[in-house]
């Protein structure tokens, strides 16, 4: 049987922390099939990660074309997005596919919003945020979209209604980024708000976890679960990543190998 195929968009990053190839790793480690589509160009260094290319937008409806005859998706997931005509036709394609969407809203680096220029950024909120089945921001990206710092859970919960009202139907507010020895990620589905607790795992480097995160939970979704169990399977995947390689990016080599069969056991 053919391994289950996921949509996956995003840019290509140089280093492979992140992006298409940490959405590509992490889709392979879990047994499905990633079909990749590339909006742009990216380096990072140590310090920061820079947008040194944007793919046009023909290029990009024809890689969509392409990965939907030859893989049609059982889940979407999208990442960094540049340009406001490419926003409005994954907005498009989300409709049309009818499959779960997965967005993980980058526009940040090192905490401030310098990957994305406003009339994107007014164009992913207005078409591609009510697209999506559950939006993935982390705490910086949660702050740009909701308006306001995130300083604790109250504010993450207060943070998840606000981008919620923007027309995604659930928001995961992924605690990642912050402080203390305890990781909080909270999922507002509709009314719920569900938190998922786990230790802090001392890593050099944070690039490519959110983007693992986000990957993992579209493949899930594909694979039919619940938001909330996909939420949990993803979350502990990307723990036992770090706990496995904590010198490394996780988007580097989540696991190192296939998981044994569609769950995480």
């Known amino acids: ?88 036709l994954l907005a498009e394609e989300v409709w049309s596919l009818g499959v779960p969407s997965v967005l993980d809203p980058e526009m940040t680096d090192a905490g401030a919003p310098r990957l994305l220029r406003r009339a994107t950024l007014d164009a992913l909120v207005r078409e591609l945020l009510p697209a999506a089945a559950v939006v993935t921001p982390n705490l910086a990206e949660a702050s740009v979209l909701a308006g306001f710092p995130i300083r604790d859970e109250a504010d993450a919960k207060r943070a998840a209604r606000a981008i919620q009202q923007m027309g995604p139907q659930a928001v995961l507010v992924k605690g990642g980024l912050g402080t203390g ?66 010198g490394l990016d996780v988007g580097r080599g989540p696991l190192g190998h296939r998981e044994a069969g569609p769950g995480l056991g």
Do not use: C, N
């Not at 889940?75 to 340009?83: A, E, N, Q, R, Y």
């Open 1 to 88: 049987m053919a391994p289950t195929p996921v949509l996956a968009v995003g840019a290509l990053e140089a280093g492979g922390g992140g992006g298409l190839a940490a959405d590509v790793l992490t889709l392979a480690a879990l047994g499905l099939a990633a079909a990749p589509v590339a909006t742009a160009v990216a380096v990072e260094d140590a310090s920061s990660l820079a947008v040194v290319g944007e793919i046009p937008l023909p290029a990009v409806r024809e890689q969509l074309r392409g990965a939907r005859e030859i893989h049609p998706p059982r889940s979407v997931k999208i990442g960094l997005v540049t340009t406001v005509p490419v926003v409005r």
């Open 181 to 246: 020895s305890e990781v909080v990620d909270g999922l507002l589905d509709g009314r719920t708000w569900t938190t998922f607790r786990h230790p802090r795992i001392g890593t050099r480097h944070h690039h490519g976890v959110g983007t693992t995160l986000a990957s993992a939970l579209a493949a899930h979704l594909a694979l039919g679960e619940t938001l909330p169990d996909a939420v949990e399977r993803a979350i502990d995947y990307v723990t036992r990543a770090l706990a496995a390689s904590p």
